[in-house]
T-cell receptor, first 111, second 114 residues
Framework: DTGVSQDPRHKITKRGQNVTFRCDPISEHNRLYWYRQTLGQGPEFLTYFQNEAQLEKSRLLSDRFSAERPKGSFSTLEIQRTEQGDSAMYLC?????????FGPGTRLTVL | GESVGLHLPTLSVQEGDNSIINCAYSNSASDYFIWYKQESGKGPQFIIDIRSNMDKRQGQRVTVLLNKTVKHLSLQIAATQPGDSAVYFCAEGPGDNAGNMLTFGGGTRLMVKP
C-alpha cells in the first residue's frame, strides 16, 4: 500500500498524559499537513510542512501541540498534558501539487 | 471569519437517481475548490476539484459546478449507487504553490436507498 499511513489508529489516554502520533506520507510528496476532525465536523487545518520546514500553524495549535518533520519524510504530532477537549480524529495528508491525499487518521480519546 | 458551509446536513436518494450536494463559501479570494468523500472510520477521499477560472468540471459519474457570482459550489453524482453512501465535504483553498491549507465545510451525509 503506497498511501498515507498513520500510527496508531486509536489511542486512549488519561488527561494530563503526553501522546505522539506518526504520519508516513506518500514517498514523493514534499508537503505534509495535519488536520483535526471532531464528530460531525469537517477537518480543521492545524499545520503544514514543505519538506522539513514547518511553514504554517493554525491558531488552533496551542503551545501544548508540537509537530516535526525532521528529515522531510515522516512527521510526528505530539500533544502534551492532554485535555478532554483534545479528543478527536487527527488526520495527516500529503501532496505534491494541489491534491491532498489523506491517511486513515488517529482517533484520540482522552479520559 | 470566512468559512465554507453546506446547505443540507442529510440527503437521502433512491439508487439510480442523481444526487446534488450543495456548498456555499464566503472567501472570495479562494482559488481552488475540492469535494471529498469520507466513509466511516476512514480519512477523506478526493473526488474532484475545480479552479476558480472554471465553472464546470466533469469526472467519472461526478460533476462539480462553481458559481463565483453567488459563491456556490455543487457536486452532482449521476446514477447514485449504494457505495456512494458517505459524508461529503467541500473544501476551499488558496491553490497556490506556496501551500494549500484547506478550509472544510461541515459535511453532508448522503444515504442511498436500494
Amino acid at each position: 500500500d503506497t498511501g498515507v499511513s498513520q500510527d496508531p489508529r486509536h489511542k486512549i489516554t488519561k488527561r494530563g498524559q503526553n501522546v505522539t502520533f506518526r504520519c508516513d506520507p506518500i514517498s514523493e510528496h514534499n508537503r505534509l499537513y495535519w488536520y483535526r476532525q471532531t464528530l460531525g465536523q469537517g477537518p480543521e487545518f492545524l499545520t503544514y510542512f514543505q519538506n522539513e520546514a514547518q511553514l504554517e500553524k493554525s491558531r488552533l495549535l496551542s503551545d501544548r501541540f508540537s509537530a516535526e518533520r525532521p528529515k522531510g519524510s515522516f512527521s510526528t504530532l505530539e500533544i502534551q498534558r492532554t485535555e478532554q477537549g483534545d479528543s478527536a480524529m487527527y488526520l495527516c495528508a500529503s501532496s505534491y501539487g494541489n491534491e491532498q491525499f489523506f491517511g486513515p487518521g488517529t482517533r484520540l480519546t482522552v479520559l | 471569519g470566512e468559512s465554507v458551509g453546506l446547505h443540507l446536513p442529510t440527503l437521502s436518494v433512491q439508487e439510480g437517481d442523481n444526487s446534488i450536494i450543495n456548498c456555499a463559501y464566503s472567501n472570495s479570494a479562494s482559488d481552488y475548490f475540492i469535494w471529498y468523500k469520507q466513509e466511516s472510520g476512514k480519512g477523506p477521499q478526493f473526488i474532484i476539484d475545480i479552479r476558480s477560472n472554471m465553472d464546470k468540471r466533469q469526472g467519472q459519474r461526478v460533476t462539480v459546478l462553481l458559481n463565483k457570482t453567488v459563491k456556490h459550489l455543487s457536486l452532482q453524482i449521476a446514477a447514485t449507487q449504494p457505495g456512494d453512501s458517505a459524508v461529503y465535504f467541500c473544501a476551499e483553498g488558496p491553490g497556490d504553490n506556496a501551500g494549500n491549507m484547506l478550509t472544510f465545510g461541515g459535511g453532508t451525509r448522503l444515504m442511498v436507498k436500494p
